[in-house]
């Protein structure tokens, strides 16, 4: 199955530490955060990977290169020119894709999340994505009613609040920076430089976009050295 690993984030939360490396390769416990990325997708079965690539992006394009003489199938989509940011790179992506749904995944999200059970739960609902969520404190999160389907999203930060489905029964839920995605998806989008939740969040009112919550084991985003330093404790 195919997946494209998000990789070419600048890393600026992570301050000094991205200054001479990307943020993917970025180190825990003796391992780059991509090949804890690449090594997670393959083990669920996600074998077949794109890496985009920008900041310091010949760095990663080596990092990839030593992956796959261990044997691992890494292609890479080139965004050293112009960063696209989520949806348009994985659009500038999109002819390596096939017609089945393939995982999108950000190389800076370190989890024990089921893979395959994510797929599984998109196959049986059978919407255009399925976004993992769980329960956890941050200023943005999507909104989504009591089947699960995204309904909106709210920054708590900035008081921003956009409804596409209205219910009385919304609920916020915090991305976890991991989708399954249907191929169907690039009718809806085109070139240029712009995030997956505007896509979603465009398309919610017509096309069923769901939301699957997962607060069992642990997750942590490292783009902060304070979150950095607790993956890196936590997996000693």
Known sequence: MKAMIMAAGKGTRLGKITKSVPKALVEINGKSVLQRAVEKCTFHGFDDIIINVHH??????EEAERLNSLGFKLTISDESDKLLETGGGLFKARHFFNKSPFLLYNADIITDLDLAHLLKYHNEKKGIATLAVRNRKGNRY?????EGILSGWCNKATGERIIKIPRNDLSEVAFSGIHIIDPAIFNYMGEGIYSMTSVYL???AEHKIYTFRCDDGYWFDIGTPENLESARDFLK
């Open 202 to 204: 465009d398309l919610a």
């Open 56 to 61: 310091f992006a010949d760095q990663v394009i």
């Open 142 to 146: 999507f909104l989504a009613d009591g």
